[in-house]
């Protein structure tokens, strides 16, 4: 294995080793109490957020955030290609999924949109503005997800990049995916609004 493919292997597998750092159970643990064990049982901001309170939901959002971030500079830092950049804010966003440790993973949007934001913050607006404007209509900042994701993919496309940024595209529907339960939840909320 030459030098190039053996710093590939560690970059990738630091991605996935600082994705796996749940930051719901580092705060949790701070405050003496396990996240999966109460509300939703999601170690994730939002979970946090309701059992520990607004500060935490803060805390754990950029910190799972960050980890998210860390991965895209470091493959920047590193001068590795776009596309292996994005495939390192990806596994950062599979080891929130699933971590090393085992155990319950969390959904992965936070580390994502820190992995979005770092990889191109211009092409990151249109994820805001998508969120934005389907918010106005649907009220659930849950169904406005798939609006950010769409803004975000024609904002890649626009910019030129779409093509090498396929590893975080693959990221961004694994994270629908587990949002899928709180899309159906959502939907049925907004029926009962709008009836």
Not at 20 to 31: D, E, H, K, T
């Amino acid at each position: 294995m030459d030098t190039l493919s053996l710093h590939t292997l560690v970059y990738l597998a630091f991605c996935w080793a600082v994705g796996s750092i749940l930051w719901a159970r580092v705060v949790g643990r701070l405050l003496g109490a396990d996240p999966a064990s109460g509300g939703s049982g999601n170690p994730g901001a939002r979970n946090a957020g309701r059992l520990f309170g607004a500060g935490a939901f803060i805390s754990v959002f950029a910190g799972d955030a960050m980890k998210g971030a860390a991965a895209v500079l470091a493959g920047l830092y590193l001068g590795h290609p776009e596309w292996l950049v994005a495939a390192g804010g990806s596994l950062a966003v599979l080891g929130h999924v699933f971590p090393l440790s085992g155990g319950r993973g969390g959904k992965g949007v936070s580390a994502w949109i820190g992995a979005a934001l770092a990889f191109s913050p211009p092409a990151f607006t249109g994820f805001a503005v998508g969120i934005a404007a389907s918010l106005l209509p649907l009220r659930s900042v849950t169904l406005a997800m798939p609006g950010g994701f769409a803004a975000w993919t024609a904002a890649l496309w626009f910019s030129g990049i779409l093509p090498s940024s396929w590893p975080l595209l693959m990221a961004g529907g694994l994270v629908l995916i587990r949002h899928r339960l709180d899309f159906s939840k959502a939907i049925r909320r907004a029926q009962t609004l709008f009836k």
